[in-house]
């Protein structure tokens, strides 16, 4: 039986991440890169799959977990009838390449352990020629994959896998290194796992020294933040929406979708965060793989890349993977970056709006990028899209994607480098498209907005709206908004996506509650005045994070557990900007709150 995503954490080296579950067990890993195929794919099968397996060897066991302090370094503590082990997981930043370090010790009396390691590349198909390079050395070879274990445990080949048996008293210690490389180049080097142990605490102590937040929940937003980090890619700056692929929206459903790209629109968001909460480095590194990304015809911008800025991520599904718990298919890319989603641009003029607001600088062709894009919106803005939920039907014309190219426009009126007649027009524009809302994305009889023009659905995306300027949260049809999501997409507490009974995304209907929008109705609710209303939201969202602080994208509220892909970096920048927002309303009281977005 599957472990339940809750019970996986993180650790990672801002390259590519595992997961590792409470049991010890390593059951996803792609190596070079996030978007590399995975050599340790038992998430999505089974054991045989793939994965890397440290436990106790006694059949009755109990485990407790923890990140050691601010860190991505992963404390997992086993305790049996004769003593007490931990285990100490982490990828060391800054190696020459990606590798996870296992150190077991013993805490009380003596344990005996095992481990058990099955590699298997190319998304847990290909079986290694695993060979002995020296007493401590094991090297898997498959193709152009190469990963070396070291360890001084008696390794042994047991049925296609590499196991062993340890037995350490109080005091002991058990390393394992596991390092990938490619097996046309030499063997990696090998590294002293407690000096990397003491190098990577020193490194994620650093980071964590930076950020400014101060607070009551300043220990949830650490965690988000550190987590956000550990989605980064180091050596271009972008940052992938979560580690995985096919984790399902819904146990047993087919919305299971590949999830380990750079989404402009989610990393838009990161960088808000990182900006607001003292990481100016992590932001200019963004902007500046952002710049590249979005170089060329404006007509030819994704709403999603990979790591790189890679273009095609051309959307397969791996038939000889059950999924996880049966939730097929399981696919690998997503034809997502074919869509036409309008929000992006507005997105886009947002998040560069901000970026100087905050000190940044100003990037490379930013002011003439800016004008071809604004053409280019012009005669795309009246079409219809996707939209922020990326459907798999019929396009249409969503009020929240007309809402983001009126930001756009906006934003664009307001830059300090655009001259007095492209400001002029930019603002005619704005003020054309707001009219066109208006007029054919409210549903005159509840006086609220709707999901799409001539639709009578509700959207949690149009929580957005005050958020971006486009009214003040005082305003009675935003009101009348949020009174409507309240009524028809609140379940048990927590808000749903949209009302997916219209059948609107040519999906079957059934999901968890998108926790995102969650936080995005509590800043709605800071907005409005209702600041009770906000901070009680946002503690219940706080209380729904797994032990070690972690979300997925999803919470289902009658199965009590989490789907969709995991950790989400759109649920850890909600948690952060939320938090940032009620942290400020908290110290300024009775002044006007800033766009839960800043």
Same mark, same amino acid.
């Given at each position: 039986?599957?472990a339940r995503?809750? /019970?996986?954490?993180?650790?990672?080296?801002?390259?590519?991440?595992? =997961?590792?579950?409470?049991?010890?067990?390593?059951?996803?890993?792609?190596?070079?890169?996030?978007?590399?195929?995975?050599?340790?794919?038992?998430?999505?099968?089974? *054991?045989?799959?793939g994965?890397?397996?440290?436990?106790?060897?006694?059949?009755?066991?109990?485990?407790?977990?923890?990140?050691?302090?601010?860190?991505?370094?992963?404390? %997992?503590?086993?305790?049996?009838?004769?003593?007490?082990?931990?285990?100490?997981?982490?990828?060391?930043?800054?190696?020459?390449?990606?590798?996870? $370090?296992?150190?077991?010790?013993?805490?009380?009396?003596?344990?005996?352990?095992?481990?058990?390691?099955?590699?298997?590349?190319?998304?847990? $198909? %290909?079986?290694?020629?695993?060979?002995?390079? /020296?007493?401590?050395?094991?090297?898997?070879?498959?193709?152009?994959?190469?990963?070396?274990?070291?360890?001084?445990?008696d390794?042994?080949?047991?049925?296609?896998h590499?196991?062993?048996?340890?037995?350490l008293?109080? &005091?002991?210690?058990?390393?394992?290194?596991?390092?990938?490389?490619?097996?046309?180049?030499?063997?990696?080097?090998?590294? !002293?796992?407690?000096?990397?142990?003491?190098?990577?605490?020193?490194y994620?102590r650093?980071?964590?020294?930076?950020?400014?937040?101060?607070?009551?929940?300043?220990?949830? $937003?650490?965690?988000?933040?550190?987590?956000?980090?550990?989605?980064?890619?180091?050596?271009? &700056?972008?940052?992938?929406? #979560?580690? %995985?692929?096919?984790?399902?929206?819904?146990?047993?459903?087919?919305?299971?979708?590949?999830?380990?790209?750079?989404?402009?629109?989610d990393?838009?968001?990161?960088?808000?965060?990182?900006?607001?909460?003292?990481?100016?480095?992590? #932001?200019?590194?963004?902007?500046?793989?952002?710049?590249?990304?979005?170089?060329?015809?404006?007509?030819?911008?994704?709403?999603?890349?990979?790591?790189l800025?890679? *273009?095609?991520?051309?959307?397969?599904?791996?038939?000889?993977?059950?999924?996880?718990?049966?939730?097929?298919? $399981?696919?690998?890319?997503?034809?997502?970056?074919?869509?036409?989603?309008?929000?992006?641009?507005?997105?886009? #003029? /947002?998040?560069?709006?901000?970026?100087?607001?905050?000190?940044?600088?100003s990037?490379?062709?930013? *002011?003439?990028? +800016?004008?071809?894009?604004?053409r280019?919106?012009?005669?795309?803005?009246?079409l219809?899209?996707?939209g922020?939920?990326? =459907?798999r039907?019929?396009?249409?014309?969503?009020v929240?994607?007309?809402?983001?190219?009126?930001v756009?426009?906006?934003?664009?009126?307001?830059? #300090? /480098?655009?001259?007095?007649?492209?400001?002029?027009?930019?603002?005619?524009?704005?003020?054309?498209?707001?009219?066109? =809302?208006? *007029?054919?994305?409210?549903?005159?009889?509840?006086?609220?907005?709707?999901?799409?023009?001539?639709?009578?659905?509700? !959207?949690?995306?149009?929580?957005?709206?005050?958020?971006?300027?486009?009214?003040?949260?005082?305003?009675?049809?935003?009101?009348?908004?949020?009174?409507?999501?309240?009524?028809?997409?609140i379940?048990?507490?927590?808000?749903? +996506?949209?009302?997916?009974?219209?059948?609107?995304?040519?999906?079957?209907?059934?999901?968890?509650?998108f926790?995102?929008?969650?936080?995005?109705?509590?800043?709605?609710?800071?907005?409005m005045?209702?600041?009770?209303?906000?901070?009680?939201?946002?503690?219940?969202?706080?209380?729904?994070?797994? !032990?070690? &602080?972690?979300?997925?994208?999803?919470? !289902?509220?009658?199965?009590?557990?989490?789907? &969709?892909?995991?950790?989400?970096?759109?649920?850890?920048?909600?948690?952060?900007?939320?938090?940032?927002?009620?942290?400020?309303?908290?110290?300024?009281?009775?002044?006007?709150?800033?766009?839960?977005?800043?």
């Amino acid at each position: 039986m599957s472990a339940r995503i809750e /019970d996986y954490a993180m650790i990672g080296d801002c390259r590519t991440a595992a =997961i590792i579950c409470r049991n010890g067990s390593i059951d996803w890993l792609c190596v070079p890169r996030f978007d590399s195929a995975a050599c340790f794919a038992a998430l999505l099968g089974t *054991k045989d799959n793939g994965r890397w397996l440290i436990e106790p060897a006694a059949k009755k066991f109990k485990s407790a977990r923890r990140y050691r302090g601010d860190s991505l370094i992963l404390e %997992t503590t086993f305790t049996t009838a004769t003593g007490k082990a931990r285990v100490i997981d982490f990828m060391p930043p800054g190696t020459p390449g990606s590798c996870i $370090v296992r150190i077991v010790e013993c805490l009380e009396g003596h344990v005996e352990m095992r481990t058990e390691l099955a590699i298997r590349f190319d998304y847990g $198909v %290909t079986i290694p020629w695993v060979s002995r390079r /020296d007493s401590r050395t094991l090297a898997a070879v498959a193709g152009p994959h190469l990963l070396t274990l070291r360890t001084p445990a008696d390794v042994r080949g047991e049925n296609m896998h590499s196991v062993a048996e340890f037995k350490l008293n109080k &005091g002991e210690t058990m390393p394992f290194v596991l390092a990938y490389g490619e097996s046309f180049q030499p063997v990696p080097l090998s590294i !002293d796992a407690f000096i990397a142990l003491e190098e990577t605490e020193h490194y994620w102590r650093q980071w964590t020294d930076l950020c400014n937040v101060k607070g009551k929940w300043r220990k949830a $937003v650490m965690r988000s933040l550190l987590t956000l980090k550990g989605l980064s890619y180091a050596p271009t &700056g972008g940052i992938v929406a #979560a580690v %995985t692929t096919s984790l399902p929206e819904k146990i047993g459903g087919t919305r299971n979708w590949d999830y380990r790209y750079c989404w402009l629109r989610d990393a838009t968001f990161t960088l808000l965060a990182f900006l607001n909460a003292g990481y100016k480095a992590e #932001a200019t590194v963004w902007q500046e793989w952002l710049m590249r990304v979005i170089a060329g015809a404006p007509e030819q911008l994704q709403t999603m890349y990979s790591v790189l800025g890679e *273009k095609r991520q051309d959307e397969l599904e791996l038939p000889h993977l059950p999924g996880y718990e049966n939730s097929r298919p $399981v696919r690998i890319g997503n034809a997502a970056h074919t869509q036409l989603q309008l929000d992006i641009y507005g997105e886009l #003029a /947002d998040v560069m709006a901000q970026a100087r607001a905050g000190g940044l600088p100003s990037g490379p062709r930013a *002011k003439e990028l +800016r004008g071809v894009f604004m053409r280019h919106l012009e005669k795309q803005w009246s079409l219809p899209d996707e939209g922020i939920w990326e =459907i798999r039907g019929t396009p249409q014309h969503f009020v929240h994607s007309k809402v983001m190219t009126w930001v756009a426009f906006d934003r664009a009126s307001r830059a #300090a /480098d655009s001259t007095p007649p492209q400001k002029a027009h930019w603002k005619k524009m704005a003020r054309k498209i707001h009219n066109d =809302i208006c *007029k054919q994305g409210i549903d005159k009889k509840r006086g609220c907005f709707v999901q799409a023009y001539g639709s009578r659905a509700m !959207d949690a995306s149009l929580l957005l709206l005050p958020l971006v300027g486009f009214l003040p949260a005082s305003d009675k049809r935003i009101k009348s908004t949020v009174r409507e999501i309240e009524k028809r997409l609140i379940h048990k507490g927590l808000v749903q +996506r949209y009302e997916t009974v219209t059948g609107v995304d040519g999906l079957p209907p059934g999901e968890g509650a998108f926790l995102a929008c969650s936080f995005w109705l509590a800043d709605n609710y800071a907005l409005m005045g209702r600041r009770t209303e906000a901070t009680r939201l946002f503690n219940k969202l706080s209380r729904l994070a797994n !032990d070690v &602080g972690l979300y997925a994208e999803e919470y !289902d509220p009658d199965n009590k557990r989490m789907p &969709g892909n995991f950790p989400q970096a759109f649920s850890h920048v909600a948690l952060v900007n939320t938090a940032l927002a009620l942290m400020m309303h908290s110290a300024t009281k009775n002044r006007s709150r800033p766009r839960a977005r800043r």
